[in-house]
């Protein structure tokens, strides 16, 4: 078992839309991290959460502690959301990132 | 400050021979972290420096890989004898000094394929 979980893989709205992205992790963290992928490569850092809920925008980040869970939410949803989501996990003394698969979104107009 | 850069952005070589990607991470930032992402996977951590000295290396890091930083600021990471299975984004990030929950910063990766 991963020690980062998300869900869904895909997922495929239409524009407008309101979205969740989840999250689960099985591993004692200092920070849970919230990125995004463009096609190409490039990963852009959406959100970092120790606790409670962050908003920038329309996207809204949340997570629960004792459960060991996160939601990203996008409110209102457009075409040029379309990228991949990607949960990560700040472990260890490092703090290296620990990544889920990702949850590639497709927003249609 | 342009951020974290990485070159090349693709590699092609051919199986058996070396290569070497360059990282330059942000200047005052003196974590860096090498990760490696597969097609349809997320990445997973390869190595980990702080300033000049590497901390931790992953299981992943065959001796076939070995990674440098020798002043602290840019670093290379080098395969040796490349297998096709080696064929994947190589991904740096960087975060500031002293803090431990700060979001790290990524380049834009080294795409290798190996034929």
């Known amino acids: 078992k991963n020690e980062v979980e998300q869900s869904p893989q895909n997922l495929t709205a239409q524009e407008g839309e309101f979205i969740t992205i989840n999250c689960s992790y099985s591993?004692?963290?200092?920070?849970l991290h919230w990125l995004q992928q463009h096609p190409g490569g490039g990963i852009v850092s959406l959100f970092m959460?120790?606790?409670g809920k962050k908003k920038h925008g329309r996207l809204i980040a949340t997570i629960n502690i004792q459960e060991k869970h996160s939601s990203l939410h996008i409110t209102a949803s457009h075409p040029r959301d379309s990228a991949v989501y990607i949960c990560?996990?700040?472990?260890?003394?490092?703090?290296?990132?620990?990544f889920g698969t990702g949850t590639l979104l497709a927003v249609q107009p | 400050d342009t951020g974290v850069s990485q070159d090349p952005r693709h590699k092609i070589t051919k199986r058996g021979q070396n290569v070497t990607f360059r990282c330059d991470p942000i200047s005052e930032h003196n974590r860096l972290y090498w990760y490696r992402q597969t097609l349809g996977q997320g990445p997973e951590f390869l190595t980990y420096?702080?300033?000049?000295?590497?901390?931790?290396k992953s299981r992943l890091l065959s001796d076939r890989f070995s990674a440098e930083r020798p002043k602290g600021s840019f670093s290379t990471l080098e395969i040796q004898r490349t297998e096709q299975g080696d064929s994947a984004m190589y991904l740096c990030?960087?975060?500031?000094?002293?803090?431990?929950?700060?979001?790290?910063?990524f380049g834009q990766g080294t795409r290798l394929t190996v034929v």
């Open positions: 990030a960087s975060s500031p000094q002293g803090q431990m929950n700060t979001e790290a910063f």
């Open positions: 959460l120790s606790s």
């Open positions: 990560a996990v700040s472990a260890g003394a490092t703090n290296k990132l620990i």
């Open positions: 420096f702080q300033n000049e000295a590497q901390l931790e």
């Open positions: 591993v004692g963290i200092s920070a």
